[in-house]
Each structure stands twice: as C-alpha cells, then as structure tokens.
C-alpha cells in the first residue's frame, strides 16, 4: 500500500494508486472502459505540474502534484449531466456542471490569505508537545505509559509531517525562505527528504504480483516506506535523494542534495545519541514514534483517495482534467485527531487549491458544498477516535485491487487471486 500511496498528497499531494491494470468487468457502476495510465482523476500521459506551476514532460505513471495556480483551467467548463439538484440519479463518473473558477469565488477571501504568525504558533505547538511528551515517558519511564507515549508521539511526528507538507505547497507563507527553512526543520526531523520528498513525482502502474502482494496485505506497507524512499516500489528506478534521480528535473539537483544533506545530519545525530545513551532507548524514544508516524501516512493517504462507500471514478485521456481529478478525492473525519493533524482530512479543497492554509480549510470546505452538490462527498461522522475508519481501510484493501486496462473512465476491481475471493473476472 505504502509503495503505491504517496502519493498525492506526497504528498506532493499524492493522487493515488493504479494497482496492477487487467482486464475484467468494471464496478457496478456499469462503466466498461478500461485504464492504461490512470489514477483516481489522474492523466498518466500528461505533462507533471511542478509546484511552481510549471510542466515537465518524464516518464511518470501518475500526475500527482498540483499547481499552485491554477487559472489556466478556471476558465474551461464542463457541460454535463449531474447539475446540483438534480433529481436524477447520480453518476461520480460524469463531468460536473460547475468550473473550478466558480468553487474558487465561493470560498471567501480571507480563507487565501497566509499568515506566516499564525503558521508558526503550529510549528511551535507542536514542537512544546513533542517534546513535553518525551520529558513524561522519560519521567515515568514504565511499560503502562510507554504505549501511550508511543501513540501519542507517533501522532505527533505525523503532524509534524503535515506541517512541511504545507511548506512544500507554499500554503505555511509567501515566503519560499521561510518555507524551505521550516520545511526542512520539519521533514528532517522526522527522516524525510523535505525536497526530495515534494518535488519528486509519484509513479504507480503495473504492479508485479509481489508488488500488490505487499500493497495489499498488513503489516507490510509500514515497513515498506524507507526502501520505497531509497529504491521506490519494485520495478520502478530512482530514489529521493539522489539529485541525478529521474525523479527530478536538473533545477532541481541542488534543492536535493540539501535535503539529502539535511537527512543524513538527523541521522548521525541518532547515531550519535544511541551511542551515548544507548540504541534501545532510542528505539524506545524515537524509533517507535516514527513507525507509528509512518502508519499515520499510509493510513490517511490511502482513505482520501480509497475506500468510499460509493466507487468513485478514475480518468485518462480526454476525460481527465484538473478539476475531475480533484473531485475523486476523499474528505475523512478523524475526531479528535482533526486538529492535532491540522484538518488534513479536509482533502478536497486542499486537492483543489493546495494553497490554502490548513486553518482555513474547513471553512472554505463549508462554503463551498453548495457548489460541489454531490460531487463532495461528506466524510461520516467520527466519534472522538476514527476507529470506523479501520472498517473502510480493510474493505477497500480487500475489495480495491486494480482498474481495467481500456477505457478513459474507470473503476476499481477485485482481484480474486488476494484474500481467497471467490468474486470472477469476466
């Protein structure tokens, strides 16, 4: 799964996962097509757009990243069936009646605006947490407290991780120094390459059958995630820290070999405490955090563009546009954790326009439902922990293996060779 997810919101923001492509009959959706380049809204033969703006052409499996503006595309509009209201019966999979220029005007003004200040206090919160929960485990320093530390703390290395996240889009500031600065701090602090971790582009086609074996089984894809940083998923060639990586354009060597840099200063300094105080505490203090952090990724990556009651459609060819492709996402409640995370679970609107800052994101989500009509697909209610959400996790596992190799609008299918399933491929 890990392998396949970071995406999109790579978190960069990911889009999603094409598991293996066959051929075989479509949901119940009655859409015959199949994919060769897909991924829930993504074009896999168009151009990347890079956070700038820009466009690179590479031989990337899916387009993932947004751009920061967008207004080449606010001025296309989509005639189709589907208009807010309608009585007729629904279909995810038919072009919406609205332009992203008019989702845009329905969300007020201030929810565009940044406030490097307000961004901050979030950083600073969230180190005084994670620091303060290290003083209390090392404080009691018994087995009943150390599982809760590690869960709380692996929650809050994740926050952290959203937070860099939002640097890398350019929605913590205006000011890309400070961005890079506090990006860096973030990501490195928890061994993720800041740059080479939002610049590159993610690529998932054609999964081998080890590759979904692993994908599609728990626990691996947890363990799965710093190979995948070094040597991507199976089959696929390049890695986030090398600035020659096809992963990377060459403006961007440099911007690689500092966040490469910056990495391995976070790692010899582990290295360095496990010498002095011993590599179980480490293991104790810092290793178990990052998994469960790691978990967090996996987790919430995957059910924004997994797992919905409702199949929802992925595009290629003439059928994908921005727009489309940012309507297959999937809002999430997590609770309590809503906050702590920085409502990373507002995923639609961040989709859209990755440029809003966290803090205003459920506002501008609110505002702009009357645009969306059933396109927004409201996140079920959580109670103060998202358990219910394991349920839609194993389900989608189970039941979400692949999209058929034909066609511009698809749906995901059951493999019948995982889990025993007894489900036939026409």
């Not at 590759?211 to 060639?237: D, E, H, V």
């Not at 997590?334 to 990373?344: A, L, M, Q, V």
């Amino acid at each position: 799964m890990v392998s396949s997810m970071w995406s999109e919101c790579g978190l960069r923001p990911l889009a999603r996962i094409l598991s293996r492509l066959r051929t075989g009959v479509v949901s119940s959706n009655n859409n015959t097509s199949k994919i060769n380049g897909v991924v829930n809204g993504t074009d896999l033969n168009r151009s990347l757009m890079s956070n700038s703006g820009g466009s690179r052409e590479g031989d990337w499996g899916m387009k993932v990243s947004v751009p920061l503006s967008v207004g080449s595309v606010e001025g296309e509009r989509i005639d189709g069936v589907n208009g807010v209201g309608d009585e007729v019966e629904f279909d995810p999979g038919a072009p919406p009646p609205f332009r992203l220029a008019e989702i845009r005007a329905a969300i007020p003004k201030h929810c565009w605006v940044k406030n490097p200040w307000r961004s901050m206090s979030y950083v600073i919160r969230d180190i005084f947490v994670v620091f303060g929960l290290g003083l209390a485990a090392a404080y009691f320093n018994n087995w009943v407290v150390w599982p809760l530390y590690w869960a709380a703390q692996g929650t809050m290395f994740w926050a952290l991780f959203v937070l860099g996240h939002d640097c890398g889009h350019g929605s913590f500031s205006n000011n890309p120094k400070l961005n890079s600065l506090v990006g860096h701090f973030l990501h490195s602090a928890i061994l993720v390459p800041y740059n080479g971790w939002h610049l590159s582009e993610k690529i998932y086609k054609n999964l081998d059958d080890s590759t979904r074996t692993i994908r599609f089984t728990i626990p691996f894809p947890m363990f799965a995630y710093p190979f995948y940083l070094w040597r991507r998923s199976p089959g696929k060639k390049g890695s986030h820290f090398n600035p020659n990586s096809n992963l990377f354009g060459p403006n961007e060597k440099k911007d690689v070999i500092t966040s490469t840099i910056c990495w391995t200063a976070m790692l010899v300094l582990l290295v360095g405490l496990s010498l002095v105080m011993g590599p179980f505490e480490i293991l104790k203090f810092y290793g178990v955090p990052y998994w469960i952090c790691v978990m967090w990724l996996d987790f919430v990556t995957y059910l924004h563009h997994h797992g919905h009651e409702q199949k929802l459609p992925w595009y290629r060819g003439k059928e994908w546009n921005y727009l489309r492709g940012g309507l297959t996402t999937v809002d999430r409640d997590y609770g309590w954790i809503n906050n702590i995370h920085h409502d990373i679970g507002t995923h639609v609107i961040h989709h859209l326009f990755p440029q809003i800052p966290h803090y205003h994101l459920v506002e501008a989500t609110k505002t702009a439902k009357h645009v969306l009509g059933k396109y927004y697909r409201a996140p079920k209610k959580s109670g103060p922990l998202p358990f219910h959400l394991i349920g839609n996790l194993t389900r989608s596992m189970k039941q979400d293996h692949y999209v058929s190799d034909t066609g511009d609008v698809v749906y995901y299918q059951t493999d019948p060779q995982l889990y025993g399933s007894s489900q036939k491929i026409e």
